[in-house]
């Protein structure tokens, strides 16, 4: 794919990691339909077009779609990361991940497909994807759900639209928490480097031009997959 002259809409691409995937899309040629649920002012500052849902409510998915008008690219970048074991994961708070995290990606999607046979979708995962860690034990299933989704909605949607997937590792500590000790509590990187929002913007960008991938993920971690529960 092409990118100048495309249409593309980010979930939770006023901030952090979305942003730098709206600001390297832009910086592609691209227009940037920037959705946001709180971050409304970081939104506006990045695009014309900035609109909001939340993706918890899957009224709202559907409005996104339509709000948000004629698009090339959708990246599923929006998501809820919940320190739950076991014992806290209530059906209410795994719905809650899962509606995020995995139905609104698939929904999205859905509406995409109806909307256009040509395309390209970008989900958003995670390197635990090759681990089990139950310290977050409903956004570890939904994030393995998505790397699923990807790849059963990759053969669904060809030829018309590839979806492929980035995996990031350790980059950002989460919102709101002061970032102390992330190194360490991140554990052990093969390369000894952690990647920055713009290594994940770059493998995004990849996967849209890459007109002969699809179902694949990009793991940008450092290589802790390869350690499993090993980190
Ligand atoms: N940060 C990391 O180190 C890391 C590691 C592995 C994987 N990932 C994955 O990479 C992606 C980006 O990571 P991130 O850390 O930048 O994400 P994040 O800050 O945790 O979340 C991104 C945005 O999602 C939006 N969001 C959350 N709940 C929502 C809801 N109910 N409705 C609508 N929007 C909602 C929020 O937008 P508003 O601000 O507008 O409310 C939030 O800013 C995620 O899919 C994440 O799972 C990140």
Known sequence: MIL??????VTGGAVRIGKAITQALQAAGVEVVVHYRHSRGEAEALSDYAVCADLSSPDDCADLIRMAGSI???INNASLFTKD???GSTPERVRREF???LFAPLELTRRFADQTNRGAVVNLLDRRIRANDPSCLPY???KKGLEELTKLTALELAPGIRVNAVAPGPILPPPGDSGDGFAEMAGKVPLNLFPTPENIAEAALFLLQADYCTGQVIFVDGGQHLLGNGV
């Open 4 to 9: 100048e002259g495309k249409r593309a809409l």
């Open 99 to 101: 509606q995020v995290n």
């Open 140 to 142: 570890a299933i939904s």
């Open 85 to 87: 074991r076991l014992a």
């Open 72 to 74: 090339d690219i959708l």
